[in-house]
Nanobody, 122 residues
Framework: QVQLVESGGGLVEAGGSLRLSCVAS????????MGWFRQAPGKEREFVAS????????TYADSVKGRFSISRDNQKSTVYLQMDMLKPEDTAVYYC???????????????WGQGTQVTVSS
């Protein structure tokens, strides 16, 4: 069973930065994409960012473009999300995902992490 373990969440003031990490373990696919979703209180889960196996294709939600950056290290089976210029509306539980589609995560990825809380104070 594939396991995804997120870390790096926490409390930060508006304008600050956080870096999320997610390590994949278990019998993953030979190639796969990884990404992040988030869910704010009272709202539906939404896509945040995606990165392809070779890191060629990186996709972002419009709400985070120019502020968030996704990267990965295949040797470490790890994906990162650098979040800068954070806003209170970025407050949410952030979920790491892994998808068998190597070009990018789909709307319903194959595997999900447990989530890490990010809280941005105003």
């Amino acid at each position: 069973q594939v396991q995804l373990v997120e870390s790096g969440g926490g409390l930060v003031e508006a304008g600050g930065s956080l870096r999320l990490s997610c390590v994949a373990s278990g019998p993953t696919f030979s190639t796969y994409s990884m990404g992040w979703f988030r869910q704010a209180p009272g709202k539906e889960r939404e896509f945040v960012a995606s990165i392809s196996w070779y890191s060629i294709t990186r996709t972002y939600a419009d709400s985070v473009k120019g502020r968030f950056s996704i990267s990965r290290d295949n040797q470490k089976s790890t994906v990162y999300l650098q979040m800068d210029m954070l806003k209170p509306e970025d407050t949410a539980v952030y979920y790491c995902v892994l998808d068998s589609n190597a070009r990018g995560v789909r709307s319903n990825p194959d595997y999900w992490g447990q989530g890490t809380q990010v809280t941005v104070s105003s």
